[in-house]
């Protein structure tokens, strides 16, 4: 997708993507690269991050990589310490690393709901509570949470990534106007079906004969009234719109970016 925004719309700006070596936090970090942001990607494995980073910095912006985990704490807070002490301030965080994978209820061992929920819901709160001293000092402070649509209606054996998301869109509303005195917005961005590595391994069914509905283009035409799958940019342009002054008056609002999948649930 071709850039609607002018180039340098974020400049001076500096945005910490968790998440951001992969998938969708990937194409986040690249359209805030693209707008003229410095940017910092955290997650836990090496291995994702320094490609993505280095791939990033073609843009001639400062990137650095910073080895996370949103479960703990201890680590958000230090995630943030090493972006303000290199890159100087933090204006907006992209809360986007998850973890997910099908599981009946009735068997979903304690520490696989303590991982899910830990890494989409804890992870969340503990990296906005890190970041909010650095936002609120920034002036125009945001935070967007990047949510999901599966618990609007109810999805069977996901039943730790819905509950974790029902919160993530709870937290929102809540920081939104507990924030809002500090001139941060907070906002989530529910995204459709975007066949990202992630997610094809989160959502490939128990059962091996189901078919692989995201190697087919034909099957999104017909479900998706946007007549295709979604992409990582499609979200990193909406995060673009956010974070921008155009953003100023708008939050604790989450905004479902999916081509009409969710309206239309799945109707062929
Ligand atoms: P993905 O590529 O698997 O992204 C998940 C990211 O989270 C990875 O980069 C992973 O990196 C990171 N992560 C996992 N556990 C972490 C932890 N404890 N600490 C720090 N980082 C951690 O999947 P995706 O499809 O891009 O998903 C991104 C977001 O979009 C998620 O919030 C997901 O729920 C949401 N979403 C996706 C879709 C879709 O169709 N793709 C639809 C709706 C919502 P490491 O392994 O390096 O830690």
């Not at 283009?217 to 979200?235: C, F, H, L, M, V």
Request: charged share 20%; net charge neutral.
């Amino acid at each position: 997708m071709s850039g609607v925004f002018r180039p340098e719309l974020l400049a001076g700006r500096v945005a910490l993507v968790t998440g951001g070596g992969t998938g969708i936090g990937r194409g986040v970090a690249e359209t805030l690269a693209s707008l003229g942001a410095d940017v910092a990607i955290a997650s836990r494995k090496p291995a994702h991050l320094e490609p993505a980073a280095d791939a990033l910095r073609r843009h001639g912006t400062r990137v650095i990589a910073v080895e996370t985990n949103v479960r703990e704490p201890e680590s958000a807070r230090r995630a943030v310490e090493r972006v303000t002490a290199e890159l100087g301030r933090l204006d907006l965080l992209v809360n986007n690393a998850a973890g997910n994978f099908y599981a009946p209820t009735a068997t979903l061992s304690p520490n696989a709901w303590r991982a899910v929920v830990e890494t989409d819901l804890y992870g969340t709160f503990f990296c906005s509570q890190a970041a909010y001293p650095a936002l609120r000092a920034s002036g125009a402070g945001r935070v967007i949470s990047i949510s999901m649509t599966l618990h609007y209606r109810g999805w069977p054996q996901m039943a730790h990534a819905t509950a974790a998301k029902a919160g993530v869109d709870a937290l929102t509303r809540t920081l939104a106007l507990e924030w809002a005195p500090d001139g941060i917005r907070v906002n989530a961005i529910a995204p459709g079906p975007i066949p990202t590595e992630g997610v094809k391994q989160a959502f490939t069914p128990p059962d091996a004969a189901a078919p692989d509905v995201f190697g087919m283009e034909s099957y999104a035409r017909r479900t998706i009234p946007g007549g295709r799958w979604g992409t990582p940019e499609d979200i990193g342009q909406m995060v673009a719109y956010l974070a921008s002054p155009a953003g100023d008056w708008i939050t604790g609002q989450i905004f479902v970016v999916d081509g009409g999948a969710w309206l239309a649930g799945g109707r062929e």
